[in-house]
């Protein structure tokens, strides 16, 4: 270690940068892990097909760029209402076939699973395995302020991500249905007793859940371009980073988000790229070992 | 099924295969019913721990992947020591190696809810291709060649084979009847009813004096070592394995897609579901993509668990139940 | 002179900072029926939890039959004669009622003292509870009052020294509840320890031989059901003034 020890010393330029780059990518993995937040953390539901969500709002933003020369991030927020309507769709189906029944635990993963890959072969099918990407203004451009980088590709996700979260965070603190969905995964009679009725709560949960996707998305194409198959390299960050924050806390996920960032920058800058994947899993392991509630989740 | 009547069938079965590696040589079919008993080694090993215990694997591919691995490793190994390892001891490696995963992993994430198990085997499986896409020795991204051996001659040379691929066949045969009588033994055992115990609910089963952590780990471990020993022929099948190959999405989701059609609860489940669904797809790969041909059976997943939970076995259960009510 | 059974000492359970039990003792004696009731939230679940090791305590020690098993698994907890049942029966439910009873039998009680014929067994345990002839039933369409039947006789399946029996009755008809009464006091006369948990107080003072009453996570009385209807402390606990 005394290695990249010396190294920040006798270059701290380049540690200063993979601590940037961290924080942007950080900041832009808690929009990844912001709808799984909410499905996982807040409704109980392991929506693994989560990923697989965010890459067809990647290929949407990529189709509208090309077909009509939309911006990714515009194209991301227009099509959140499709999004929406296409969660409570898929919630509703969850709940008639596994959650009325109480057979959640197998039935829904395989759910789940086989909706990930019905999704990922899908989009095989018709874009093939070949990298999408998108042309904005702002891809390619950067600003260096001193030593440091900004590439504007990472900055713009970064700060929509942001503001996203932040959104949401205070939605579901602020507003009546905001707080029964937060409500719902605490106490279900109680929210019965209030007169809202607890299913409902959980498909427009379900359906924001989702709608993030569209933007999280968005942006993916944004920093990098993107095939089908990368929907599986996200389930593992995704996981780890809601896992590593603690259930149902929003603030932990952008944490854990932030941390889960400057990890994997650090490993891009001091190691080697391919091992980019396993950071997540190394975080989510580890986790699960040692505190499985989480940095922020209440302690079971 | 009783006793007698199944091991009737089991030997009914290997007489059947014999025959047919007997009969014919079109090497066509040795290679489709090859992946066919494979599926199958697979879905059993897949539904001790998910079906009969209730833990799902998502990482199914991985386990396969290592077992083939393991034999790329040992098959570059052994013969630089000087030694010419029998395809037995491939498997038993495949066997050993996944069969520790599986245990190591369960260590680390069964004593937490099943989610975290899932997760935790579906991140393991990208991991595990990630490593194996960066370990030159096995031929990382680009993969490695195997040469085909010559078929073996057994027994003092009263057995021998046309062809490799048949002795293959025949192998795998074998392995798959041996899955078929450890899941069954499992299946009708006081260890099986200790798993499904566990599955119908596991803080009742542990306050019922079920050891529960220990037999869970040690259905992961025997899910593990069966899931190696898949794979541990399959390099000598393909002659070339790379991650990209051998991480496949189809096995990915046929491990779990057969035992589910087929129904989780009953040890011949798997059997049925991977029996149909393996033929199905062998007949189809000539005429579709390997594309459409996993999104079918993630459809039919998808279909199976909305409509039939219990799986074909379990709908003609309920068949039955019904017609001896009305009856 | 019967034997100490039971000993809990000082047991302490929070979730993180909410106390559930503030040091808690508890005695019993062989045989003996003891009745544990306490408001809503005041922690007797939590002390189930605690003795059958569903849950690890904080802080305390309990000694069962002599031996420390403040530490020990639940699993090795019921073979060593601790059974409690649920307040929300958790059948097996794709076993039948007689594959409920296997489970405890092969798994609770040690390999020794299994009796021959695990069948036969089951089915008189079956007849103690009244479900003669429904051991083929399936286990996952029960009445509510079969259900608490099914409970218990699986706790008997597992030859207890000592039953727990968690609100075993709450919600059920007048008649229902002298059923399982009954049963209670049945395995009662076989030399069972019972720890009842409930809110239907004629229930409980008709079947114990002491109570201790539970508030806020602390032991706030003690003794025969008679002392406890008179208690000012335990009127207190229950109607709030």
Same mark, same amino acid.
């Given at each position: 270690?005394?290695?990249? $020890?010396?190294?920040?010393?006798?270059?701290?330029?380049?540690?200063?940068?993979?601590?940037?780059?961290?924080?942007?990518?950080?900041?832009?993995?808690?929009?990844?892990?912001?709808?799984?937040?909410?499905?996982?953390?807040? !409704?109980?539901?392991?929506?693994i097909?989560?990923?697989?969500?965010?890459?067809?709002?990647?290929?949407?933003?990529?189709?509208?760029?090309?077909?009509?020369?939309?911006?990714?991030? %515009?194209?991301?927020?227009?099509?959140?209402?499709? +999004?929406?309507?296409? =969660?409570?769709?898929?919630?509703?189906?969850?709940? $008639?076939?596994?959650?009325?029944?109480?057979?959640?635990?197998?039935?829904?993963l395989?759910?789940?699973f086989?909706?990930?890959?019905?999704?990922?072969?899908?989009?095989?099918?018709?874009?093939?395995?070949?990298?999408?990407?998108?042309?904005?203004?702002?891809?390619?451009?950067?600003?260096?302020?001193?030593?440091?980088? +900004?590439? !504007?590709?990472?900055?713009?996700?970064?700060?929509?991500?942001?503001?996203?979260?932040? =959104?949401?965070?205070?939605?579901?603190?602020?507003?009546?249905?905001?707080?029964?969905?937060?409500?719902?995964?605490?106490?279900?009679?109680?929210?019965?007793?209030?007169?809202?009725?607890?299913?409902?709560?959980?498909?427009?949960?379900?359906? !924001?859940?989702?709608?993030?996707?569209?933007?999280?998305?968005?942006?993916?194409?944004?920093?990098?371009?993107?095939?089908?198959?990368?929907?599986r390299e996200y389930i593992g960050r995704a996981f780890a %980073?809601?896992v590593?924050?603690?259930?149902?806390? %929003?603030?932990?996920?952008?944490?854990?988000?932030?941390?889960?960032?400057?990890?994997?920058?650090?490993?891009?800058?001091?190691?080697?790229?391919?091992w980019a994947p396993a950071v997540a899993f190394g975080i989510l392991l580890f986790t699960l070992a040692?505190?499985?509630? =989480?940095?922020? =989740?209440?302690?079971? | 099924?009783?006793?007698?009547?199944?091991?009737?069938?089991?030997?009914?079965?290997?007489?059947?295969?014999?025959? &047919?590696?007997?009969?014919?040589?079109?090497?066509?079919? &040795?290679?489709?019913?090859?992946?066919?008993?494979?599926?199958? *080694?697979m879905?059993?090993a897949w539904?001790?721990l998910g079906?009969?215990?209730?833990y799902v694997n998502f990482g199914s591919a991985g386990f396969f992947a290592v077992g083939a691995y393991s034999?790329?490793?040992?098959?570059?190994?052994?013969?630089?020591?000087?030694?010419?390892?029998?395809? &037995?001891?491939?498997?038993?490696?495949g066997?050993?190696v996944c069969g520790l995963i599986g245990l190591g992993t369960g260590y680390l994430t069964l004593?937490l809810?099943g989610v975290y198990f899932a997760i935790a085997t579906l991140a393991l499986a990208i991991v595990g291709q990630t490593f194996m896409n960066n370990w030159?020795?096995?031929?990382?991204?680009?993969?490695?060649? *195997?040469?085909?051996?010559?078929?073996?001659?057994?027994?003092?040379?009263?057995?021998?084979?046309?062809?490799?691929?048949?002795?293959?066949?025949?192998?795998?045969?074998?392995?798959?009847?041996?899955? *078929?009588?450890?899941?069954?033994?499992?299946?009708?055992?006081?260890?099986?009813?200790?798993?499904?115990?566990?599955?119908?609910?596991?803080?009742?089963?542990?306050?019922?004096?079920?050891?529960?952590?220990?037999?869970?780990l040690?259905?992961a471990t025997?899910m593990g070592a069966?899931m190696g020993?898949?794979g541990?022929?399959?390099? &000598?099948?393909?002659?070339?394995?790379?991650p990209?190959?051998a991480f496949s999405l189809?096995i990915a989701?046929?491990s779990i897609?057969?035992?589910?059609?087929?129904?989780?609860?009953?040890?011949?489940?798997?059997?049925?579901?991977?029996?149909?669904?393996?033929?199905?797809?062998?007949?189809?790969?000539?005429?579709?993509?390997?594309?459409?041909?996993?999104?079918?059976?993630?459809?039919?997943?998808?279909?199976?668990?909305?409509?039939?939970?219990?799986?074909?076995?379990?709908?003609?259960?309920?068949?039955?139940?019904?017609?001896?009510?009305?009856? | 002179?019967?034997?100490?059974?039971?000993?809990?000492?000082?047991?302490?359970?929070?979730?993180?900072?909410?106390?559930?039990?503030?040091?808690?003792?508890?005695?019993?004696? /062989?045989?003996?029926?003891?009745?544990?009731?306490?408001?809503?939230?005041?922690?007797?679940?939590?002390?189930?939890?605690?003795?059958?090791?569903?849950?690890?305590?904080?802080?305390?020690?309990?000694?069962?039959?002599?031996?420390?098993?403040?530490?020990?698994?639940?699993?090795?907890?019921?073979?060593?004669?601790?059974?409690?049942?649920?307040?929300?029966?958790?059948?097996?439910?794709?076993?039948?009622?007689?594959?409920?009873?296997?489970?405890?039998?092969?798994?609770?009680?040690?390999?020794?003292?299994? #009796?021959?014929?695990? /069948?036969?067994?089951?089915?008189?345990?079956?007849?103690?509870?009244?479900?003669?002839?429904?051991?083929?039933?399936?286990?996952?369409?029960?009445?509510?009052?079969?259900?608490?039947?099914?409970?218990?006789?699986?706790?008997?399946?597992?030859?207890?020294?000592?039953?727990?029996?968690?609100?075993?009755?709450?919600?059920?008809?007048?008649?229902?509840?002298?059923?399982?009464?009954?049963?209670?006091?049945?395995?009662?006369?076989?030399?069972?320890?019972?720890?009842?948990?409930?809110?239907?107080?004629?229930?409980?003072?008709?079947?114990?031989?002491?109570?201790?009453?539970?508030?806020? #996570?602390?032991?706030?009385?003690?003794?025969?059901?008679?002392?406890?209807?008179?208690?000012?402390?335990?009127?207190?606990?229950?109607?709030?003034?």
């Amino acid at each position: 270690m005394t290695g990249a $020890a010396t190294t920040v010393i006798t270059d701290p330029g380049l540690f200063l940068n993979a601590v940037v780059a961290g924080l942007l990518l950080g900041g832009f993995y808690a929009a990844v892990a912001l709808g799984l937040s909410v499905a996982f953390g807040q !409704l109980d539901i392991v929506n693994i097909a989560h990923p697989a969500f965010i890459i067809v709002g990647s290929y949407f933003a990529y189709l509208f760029g090309a077909r009509y020369g939309f911006d990714p991030v %515009i194209t991301g927020i227009l099509l959140t209402p499709v +999004f929406f309507v296409l =969660g409570m769709a898929v919630y509703s189906i969850y709940y $008639a076939s596994f959650e009325r029944t109480g057979q959640e635990s197998l039935s829904g993963l395989a759910f789940f699973f086989g909706l990930m890959f019905i999704i990922e072969v899908t989009l095989i099918m018709i874009y093939g395995v070949d990298y999408r990407l998108v042309s904005a203004p702002y891809i390619g451009v950067n600003w260096k302020i001193g030593v440091v980088d +900004f590439p !504007l590709r990472m900055a713009i996700p970064f700060v929509v991500s942001m503001l996203m979260t932040i =959104g949401l965070y205070f939605y579901l603190s602020k507003t009546f249905i905001g707080r029964a969905i937060l409500a719902v995964s605490q106490d279900r009679q109680a929210l019965q007793l209030m007169g809202a009725d607890p299913v409902k709560i959980k498909q427009v949960a379900f359906g !924001l859940a989702l709608a993030t996707a569209s933007i999280a998305g968005a942006l993916l194409i944004v920093i990098g371009p993107v095939e089908p198959s990368i929907n599986r390299e996200y389930i593992g960050r995704a996981f780890a %980073i809601v896992v590593l924050g603690g259930m149902g806390s %929003i603030a932990g996920t952008v944490l854990a988000a932030f941390i889960l960032g400057i990890a994997e920058s650090f490993v891009l800058t001091y190691a080697s790229p391919s091992w980019a994947p396993a950071v997540a899993f190394g975080i989510l392991l580890f986790t699960l070992a040692v505190r499985p509630s =989480g940095i922020l =989740g209440r302690p079971s | 099924m009783r006793l007698g009547g199944f091991w009737g069938l089991m030997a009914a079965a290997l007489l059947a295969g014999l025959a &047919f590696a007997a009969l014919t040589n079109n090497e066509y079919y &040795f290679f489709a019913a090859y992946a066919i008993l494979q599926a199958l *080694i697979m879905a059993i090993a897949w539904n001790i721990l998910g079906g009969f215990t209730g833990y799902v694997n998502f990482g199914s591919a991985g386990f396969f992947a290592v077992g083939a691995y393991s034999t790329v490793a040992l098959h570059k190994f052994l013969p630089s020591i000087g030694i010419d390892a029998p395809l &037995f001891v491939h498997v038993l490696a495949g066997a050993v190696v996944c069969g520790l995963i599986g245990l190591g992993t369960g260590y680390l994430t069964l004593r937490l809810r099943g989610v975290y198990f899932a997760i935790a085997t579906l991140a393991l499986a990208i991991v595990g291709q990630t490593f194996m896409n960066n370990w030159g020795y096995v031929g990382a991204a680009k993969g490695t060649s *195997i040469l085909t051996p010559d078929p073996p001659q057994l027994f003092w040379g009263y057995v021998s084979f046309s062809s490799y691929v048949k002795y293959l066949f025949v192998v795998m045969l074998l392995l798959s009847l041996m899955a *078929i009588v450890i899941s069954r033994y499992i299946a009708t055992s006081r260890f099986g009813r200790g798993l499904a115990a566990i599955r119908d609910d596991e803080l009742a089963a542990e306050c019922m004096g079920v050891p529960t952590l220990r037999l869970k780990l040690i259905s992961a471990t025997v899910m593990g070592a069966l899931m190696g020993v898949a794979g541990a022929p399959y390099p &000598f099948m393909v002659t070339f394995v790379d991650p990209q190959s051998a991480f496949s999405l189809v096995i990915a989701v046929n491990s779990i897609a057969m035992p589910m059609i087929g129904g989780t609860a009953y040890w011949y489940g798997p059997v049925v579901g991977a029996l149909l669904l393996g033929t199905a797809q062998e007949v189809l790969s000539v005429t579709i993509s390997s594309e459409l041909n996993v999104f079918l059976v993630g459809v039919v997943l998808v279909g199976c668990v909305i409509l039939a939970p219990r799986g074909l076995v379990g709908l003609v259960n309920d068949m039955r139940a019904k017609a001896k009510r009305h009856g | 002179m019967a034997e100490r059974i039971l000993s809990v000492k000082a047991l302490t359970k929070r979730f993180g900072g909410f106390v559930a039990l503030d040091c808690v003792d508890l005695q019993l004696d /062989e045989g003996e029926r003891l009745g544990l009731i306490g408001p809503n939230g005041s922690g007797k679940t939590t002390m189930i939890n605690c003795i059958s090791g569903a849950l690890l305590c904080d802080q305390g020690t309990i000694i069962f039959k002599g031996a420390d098993i403040t530490r020990l698994a639940a699993h090795r907890r019921t073979r060593r004669g601790i059974v409690r049942s649920f307040q929300i029966p958790r059948p097996f439910r794709t076993m039948t009622i007689l594959q409920n009873l296997m489970v405890p039998m092969e798994y609770a009680v040690a390999p020794g003292a299994r #009796g021959g014929d695990l /069948e036969t067994e089951a089915r008189d345990i079956l007849d103690v509870v009244g479900f003669r002839g429904r051991a083929n039933d399936n286990s996952g369409r029960l009445t509510q009052v079969d259900m608490r039947k099914l409970e218990l006789a699986r706790a008997l399946a597992a030859k207890p020294r000592l039953l727990i029996s968690d609100e075993a009755m709450a919600g059920l008809s007048s008649s229902e509840v002298d059923e399982i009464l009954d049963i209670l006091f049945k395995l009662n006369g076989r030399g069972v320890a019972v720890i009842m948990i409930e809110h239907i107080m004629r229930a409980v003072f008709r079947f114990s031989e002491r109570v201790v009453v539970l508030d806020a #996570g602390r032991k706030i009385a003690e003794g025969t059901p008679a002392q406890i209807v008179k208690d000012p402390l335990v009127e207190r606990a229950y109607l709030g003034v």
